[in-house]
């Protein structure tokens, strides 16, 4: 089994920048890609980012790309969401995800198996 801890959430104001972690421990050796996702207060859980945990490639929602970052540092089994240019609609709990059966750049809520707790990130106009 894959755990998987967020960090970095918080308040900030609009323009400004957070990063995001996800640590990533157990069968860390079955994780094929990585992902990040956000709950909106009364909304549905969105596609932000996700990268493939090996070839480092990467594909984001169209709402964030340009000012999301999302990358990996192998030896620390860490994926991270650089957040810039925030906006107010970017308010939500995000949510680290990994895929261990499915392989690729993978953005459907049903193609990741293990799920973090989420972080709440809020932005204020």
């Known amino acids: 089994q894959v755990q998987l801890v967020e960090s970095g959430g918080g308040l900030v104001q609009a323009g400004g920048s957070l990063r995001l972690s996800c640590v990533v421990s157990?069968?860390?050796?079955?994780?094929?890609?990585m992902a990040w996702f956000s709950q909106a207060p009364g909304k549905e859980r969105e596609f932000v980012a996700t990268?493939?945990?090996?070839?480092?490639?990467?594909d984001y929602a169209d709402s964030v790309k340009g000012r999301f970052t999302i990358s990996k540092y192998n030896p620390k089994n860490t994926v991270y969401l650089q957040m810039n240019s925030l906006k107010p609609e970017d308010t939500a709990v995000y949510f680290c995800?990994?895929?261990?059966?499915?392989?690729?750049?993978?953005?459907?809520?049903?193609?990741?198996?293990?799920w973090g707790q989420g972080t709440q990130v809020t932005v204020s106009s």
């Open positions: 990268i493939t945990w090996n070839s480092g490639r990467t």
């Open positions: 157990g069968r860390t050796l079955s994780t094929n890609t």
């Open positions: 995800a990994a895929a261990t059966t499915r392989a690729g750049l993978l953005m459907r809520q049903y193609e990741y198996d293990c």
